[in-house]
């Protein structure tokens, strides 16, 4: 079973440098993620990462551990990815999107681009299991 994780994080860097989300971005690369800052949290990033786990124990074992190679953790929140979902309403049979691939290209920016306009609010964007989608009424035809 897939699980998502939000993990809050004082990184090892100050979260103010660019390169600090670039770094857990590629730290945590396997496990599809999304960074951004955490409003709630000064200082910290906030990244979405969805893992594969048994139970949810084991995910959020491994989340923690994860999260320890990057800096100090201060809050996890793991619930099953389809539980993420149903949360966050998405419905894709009721509205067209596009995966952060063709919203760079549509855009002329990089997928990574395209990534942190979503987590930092400035892109209207979902995660779909493991993946980013972009509603196609947002972007340029």
């Known amino acids: ?22 770094d857990v971005m590629e730290a945590f690369a396997s496990y599809h993620p999304a960074v951004g800052d955490a409003p709630a949290c000064p200082g910290a990033l906030n990244a979405v990462i969805t893992l594969p786990a048994h139970t ?9 551990a994860l999260a320890a190679q990057v800096g100090d953790l201060v809050g996890i ?5 389809r539980m993420w979902d149903r949360r966050e309403s998405l419905k894709i049979d009721d509205v067209e999107f596009v995966g952060v691939s063709e919203a760079a290209v549509r855009l002329g920016i990089t997928p990574q681009a395209v990534r ?26």
Request: aromatic share 4%; no cysteine.
């Open 116 to 141: 942190d306009r979503i987590t930092s609010g400035r892109l209207p964007g979902k995660k779909v299991g493991r993946n980013w989608v972009v509603s196609d009424a947002a972007l340029p035809r």
């Open 56 to 64: 949810l124990t084991q995910a959020v074992a491994t989340a923690t």
């Open 1 to 22: 079973m897939d699980y998502n994780a939000t993990l809050t994080i004082h990184a090892n860097k100050p979260a103010t440098e660019n390169d600090d989300i670039d």
């Open 77 to 81: 929140e793991v619930i099953p990815t």
